[in-house]
């Protein structure tokens, strides 16, 4: 066998040119599945922020009727003047925390404002008065397609990321094969007619037939076997890649599984938690009415709740994103978007 004979540089390239392409519709279907995970992030980032600004302006809407009841006991005497010093300490903190949740609020519309774009790409900016989804809980599983996906059905045989490599490595393989082929000898066969007026097909003689074999072998074939050498490391290389990513895809794909069973556990109980706290601020709230308390531990219950309700938003909030992130792990591709 000579080269050439099973394959040559004209069919590795036509070859190789279609491995190409099925690779680059997977890395297609990737980035499209990161795109809408990155805007589905931004959405979850704004909908907390939106949130957390919701429970600071309540907060300072407590705080400012809190501190108008508090001045007019001190003017009638029925509390020291001292107090509404405190309560317009309150006042103030709850007013530089909505402040500050405004930027942080501002920030998140703006990163979310990059995944919206209309017709003839035109950049649309999101504006003030749109607001969030606050249940948007009950739409996730069906948006992302992901709902219904038990941990014991995921397959991930037609993931795009390992037909990608599986691609990669079809094309490494023709690689080695031509490399492979450089090693045969070249054997080039000639056969000539000889005639001086070749527009007569009774002007051929045989006696003037021309015919030949060339064979040519190199002595050493360094450059060539080490071609093939460093064809075969990358093979290698590609297929260790492809395995390796099989596993740590199968593993972060259970840890998901598993981690957003954790959650659904983590929103019950601090569900409960901020429920317990509200009962201890409206009790301390009475007591006060009587008497009772002071408006420090009324402060102190109202702090406690509010970290409850932002740990709360934020327990969701990475619970929206663990699903999101099952999402991206498994290169979901909606079709209903």
Do not use: C
């Not at 009415?289 to 990475?318: M, T, W």
């Amino acid at each position: 066998l000579g080269q050439g004979l099973w394959i040559n540089d004209r069919m590795a390239i036509l070859k190789q040119a279609k491995y190409f392409k099925e690779q680059s519709a997977a890395d297609r279907d990737l980035l499209v599945n990161q795109i809408l995970y990155d805007a589905a992030r931004a959405y979850f980032d704004w909908l907390r922020a939106f949130k957390e600004a919701n429970i600071f302006q309540n907060f300072l809407n407590n705080a400012e009727i809190r501190f108008e009841g508090i001045k007019s006991k001190a003017a009638s005497g029925d509390i020291a003047a001292i107090d509404t010093v405190e309560a317009k300490i309150a006042l103030q903190n709850r007013a530089l925390s909505v402040e500050q949740a405004k930027v942080r609020l501002m920030k998140r519309s703006l990163e979310l404002s990059n995944f919206l774009w209309m017709n003839e790409n035109i950049p649309v900016e999101l504006q003030p008065n749109v607001i969030p989804d606050v249940d948007v809980g009950v739409e996730i599983d069906t948006t992302l397609e992901i709902f219904g996906k038990p941990l014991d059905s995921f397959s991930i045989e037609n993931h795009p990321k390992l037909k990608s490599l599986g691609y990669k490595i079809e094309g490494l393989r023709v690689e080695k094969n031509l490399k492979a082929n450089k090693l045969l000898p070249k054997i080039d066969l000639e056969y000539n007619f000889l005639t001086e007026t070749p527009e007569f097909i009774n002007s051929f003689e045989t006696q003037d037939y021309k015919g030949g074999l060339t064979f040519q072998f190199p002595l050493f074939l360094r450059k060539e076997r080490g071609d093939l050498k460093l064809a075969k490391f990358k093979l290698n290389d590609a297929q260790f890649d492809r395995d390796n990513t099989e596993i740590a895809l199968k593993n972060k794909i259970i840890a998901l599984y598993r981690e957003l069973d954790s959650f659904e556990t983590q929103n019950v109980l601090i569900d409960d938690i901020v429920l317990n706290y509200n009962l201890l601020l409206s009790a301390e709230e009475r007591k006060f009415s009587f008497g009772e308390s002071s408006l420090f531990l009324i402060n102190s219950r109202e702090s406690k709740l509010i970290d409850a309700e932002l740990k709360q938003i934020e327990v969701l909030n990475k619970f929206y994103t663990a699903k999101a992130k099952l999402f991206n792990s498994l290169a979901v591709n909606p079709q209903n978007l």
